[in-house]
Each structure stands twice: as structure tokens, then as C-alpha cells.
């Protein structure tokens, strides 16, 4: 029996961000940015009435949100330990093991649900924000692969397949 997969590429689904990396045992990365491009995959069967695995519209309405998210701003990750936030008026403030290192209009900025801005963790979140929003139009999906690519010819890939326990 064969499988059919589904892959979305757009050259108007990516976003120019700025980010900085914390390492073990090192200083912050500089701060710098990228012109980042998504991607997707789905695996799933065949809508019979349909005659497609997920409708590309979706798919690309459903990244597309994201990436305009993510689009000319600064990406913070909120669970890494070394990094913690304040706002002062419409300043938000990073402080890297306590000490002050940036401050960031507030508009600016948007606060991830990751440990460290790379593009794995970048890849990681988008796919279950993705994924989320998919399955709650009715898609069937047996697995998925997000790619980020950070530069030409350099990315990180999350995948992910169905388990027996979750639909």
C-alpha cells in the first residue's frame, strides 16, 4: 500500500528575524539576523470526496500566519533559564545571567515558547503550532516535517508521526 505526502515551499513563506544564541558555559552570540524559509511536509491518506491529503490553501494560510509572527522582529525564547525579561514603559528588557545585555521596543519583540532561539527549537514550535491548527480543521495527519532554513543551504528539520494515543 502506498503513502502520499504533501509539500509546501513558498518563496513568501519566510521571515527576516533577529536572534542570539545563549551557550553552555559561554557568552551570549551577538546578536544578529537572518532571512529565514519555511517549509512543510504532511503524510496522510487520501480524502476520498477530496481526492487530496490536505488542502495546500490551508497549509500555506496556516504557515503564513506564523511566519508573519515571526516577520521583523526579535525572537526571545521564554523557557531558557539564563535568559530573564522586565518591561519598562514600552521597553522590553533581557537580562542574561542578571545582567542587563539588550533592551527592545516592546512591539518589536515576540516571546517563544523554547529554550533557545536556533532554528531546530524555532522548527520544533512551529510544526506543533502547525500541527495544532490543522488537526482542528479536520486534517489527518500521519506525520509531518517542518523545515527552517536559517541561509541558503542551511536548515533544521522537525518531524514528527502520529502516535497510536494521539488522533
Known amino acids: 500500500m502506498g503513502t502520499f505526502r504533501v509539500t509546501v515551499s513558498k518563496d513568501y513563506l519566510g521571515f527576516a528575524a533577529a536572534?542570539?544564541?545563549?551557550?553552555?558555559?559561554?557568552?551570549?552570540?551577538?546578536?544578529?539576523?537572518?532571512?529565514?524559509?519555511?517549509?512543510?511536509?504532511?503524510?496522510?491518506?487520501?480524502?476520498?470526496?477530496?481526492?487530496?491529503v490536505i488542502d495546500f490553501a490551508v497549509?500555506?494560510?496556516t504557515l503564513r500566519k506564523q511566519v508573519e509572527l515571526?516577520?521583523?522582529r526579535v525572537l526571545l525564547?521564554?523557557?531558557?533559564?539564563?535568559?530573564?525579561?522586565?518591561?519598562?514603559?514600552?521597553?522590553?528588557m533581557v537580562e542574561y545571567l542578571g545582567a542587563l545585555t539588550y533592551?527592545?521596543?516592546?512591539?518589536?519583540c515576540?516571546?517563544?515558547?523554547?529554550?533557545?532561539?536556533?532554528?531546530?527549537?524555532?522548527?520544533?514550535?512551529?510544526?506543533?503550532?502547525v500541527r495544532d491548527e490543522l488537526l482542528a480543521t479536520g486534517a489527518v495527519i500521519e506525520s509531518l516535517e517542518l523545515e527552517v532554513e536559517e541561509s541558503p543551504g542551511q536548515s533544521a528539520i522537525y518531524g514528527e508521526r502520529r502516535s497510536e494515543d494521539r488522533p
Open 77 to 92: 525564547p521564554t523557557r531558557n533559564p539564563k535568559l530573564s525579561y522586565r518591561e519598562a514603559g514600552d521597553m522590553t
Open 59 to 61: 497549509v500555506k494560510r
Open 70 to 72: 515571526l516577520d521583523h
Open 110 to 129: 515576540v516571546m517563544l515558547p523554547i529554550t533557545n532561539s536556533t532554528a531546530e527549537m524555532i522548527a520544533e514550535w512551529m510544526a506543533n503550532t
Open 103 to 108: 533592551q527592545f521596543p516592546t512591539r518589536d
Open 19 to 52: 536572534h542570539f544564541l545563549t551557550f553552555r558555559g559561554h557568552a551570549c552570540e551577538s546578536l544578529h539576523g537572518h532571512n529565514y524559509r519555511v517549509a512543510m511536509t504532511i503524510e496522510g491518506p487520501v480524502d476520498p470526496e477530496c481526492n487530496f
